[in-house]
């Protein structure tokens, strides 16, 4: 009877534990359109829970769920519509509890918003608010004061000036030189000097501006613009993934300086993600089908770009990576 009542209990007791590492499974992941707008639904057998959170500095929002098994959801989905890049569904562990972390990769950082349904077998997750504003706020005409009326200065003295001086034409007020010499010569006046300065008295004189002089300005040779060889476009992409008889390249159109790598369990793949200023990629599947390695997948984020092997082992392949000329290399022992 004890024995019994021993092994009972044990039984129970297991059934505890297993309902606790995996008390829900995520059944889906799904991002939904309307128009501009894009909302992304969570669903799972049972009712969820869950936190959320957006990573300051960072354009990224992470939503965490609690004792959940993410194995039937796809570890990458590209969205590439509204506020979303893509999204990355991994399994990790905080203070000992399993949960199911969703991470969003946005195009800029925006606030994250979560509802749940009366069950909380269904999530809904938004952006709004983004922090950083693509556009800028449009400028206001700026307001100037009318300039006030300057007082005209009172005549002291008038003075009579020959018929002969008032035919003249006015003084010229200093014009823009031409730098390449295309317009004609000022033409010259046709009151002669001298009679200018005969025809004025002296007193008088002193207060007429003289007739300005004649220049010429040289002309300029034209400027030839010197050729330049056009810059290649600086912009990260994956050229071709291939395989050799002991490696895998992943060849990249530059040298590969930043990356990170880690192997992910249930089911075991190796994620690489291969970080860039500018990004010209779009995802894509390419078929392995050696060293245990089914298919390599590449997606893309704001800043990086993310190649998952998915092994068709219980256990990612021995393996190492080094940089090469062209990209990476994944070799195996």
Known sequence: MNKTLSTFFLLAALGCMNSVVFAAELLEVKPVVAGSVV??????DIAMTYTFYKVPGQARAVVDIAEADPEKVEPLIVVNKGAVSSISVDKAQISGIVVSRIIFNLVAESDISVSASPDRKLLTVTFGGTAVSATKPESK???KPEPK????????????????????????AAQEEDPLGLDEPTAKSSLPLAVTA??????????IPSAPSETRVPKLEPVVPVSFTPVRNSAL?????????????IRTNQSVADYKAMVISG??????????????QKAKTVAINKFGITKARIGISPKNIRIVLDSSKVGFPAHT?????????????
């Open 237 to 249: 992409m994956i050229k071709e993934i291939t395989t050799g008889s002991t490696y895998i390249d």
């Open 141 to 143: 005409p700026e307001l």
């Open 149 to 172: 009326p300057v007082p005209q200065p009172e005549l002291v003295a008038k003075v009579e000036v020959p018929a002969a001086i008032t035919a003249a034409p006015p003084a010229v």
């Open 39 to 44: 909302s992304i639904e969570i669903s799972a």
């Open 321 to 333: 990576i080094s940089s090469t000329d062209e990209g990476l290399r994944i070799n195996f022992k």
């Open 198 to 207: 005969a025809a004025v008295p002296a007193a008088v004189g002193a207060g």
């Open 267 to 280: 089911p075991d793949r190796l994620v690489i993600d291969i970080a860039g200023g500018k990004i010209s």
